[in-house]
């Protein structure tokens, strides 16, 4: 059992930057890519990026690429998520989660993943 700690949320202005961390507690392996997701208020959970633990390559939605960076340190067993040039549509829970057997990091779903954080609030004021 894998428990995923996300931390580094809170209140920033339209084009400010924010980094958040999840840490694992426990180990995470080759075959598993780490995602994030976020959820605004009276919308559905979606998936912001993912990194392969093994190669550390990674997959964004449309709405953040260029903006947001999905980086992993595997020595401290946490994802990173670098978010840049934010707006106030960046406002929403921000969760990680672990899949622990990636096939296609272009293809992944919110049901594919098995561990989830308790999620860290992102506010982004206009």
């Known amino acids: 059992q894998v428990q995923l700690v996300e931390s580094g949320g809170g209140l920033v202005q339209a084009g400010g930057s924010l980094r958040l961390s999840c840490a694992a507690s426990?180990?995470?392996?080759?075959?598993?890519?780490m995602g994030w997701f976020r959820q605004a208020p009276g919308k559905e959970r979606e998936l912001v990026g993912v990194?392969?633990?093994?190669?550390?390559?990674?997959h964004y939605t449309d709405s953040v690429k260029g903006r947001f960076t999905i980086s992993r340190e595997i020595a401290k067993n946490t994802v990173y998520l670098q978010m840049n040039s934010l707006k106030p549509e960046d406002t929403a829970v921000y969760y990680c989660?672990?899949?622990?057997?990636?096939?296609?990091?272009?293809?992944?779903?919110?049901?594919?993943?098995?561990?989830w954080g308790q999620g860290t609030q992102v506010t982004v004021s206009s």
């Open positions: 426990g180990r995470i392996f080759d075959a598993w890519a």
């Open positions: 990194i392969s633990w093994s190669s550390g390559n990674t």
């Open positions: 989660a672990a899949d622990r057997q990636m096939y296609d990091i272009e293809l992944m779903m919110i049901t594919d993943f098995d561990y």
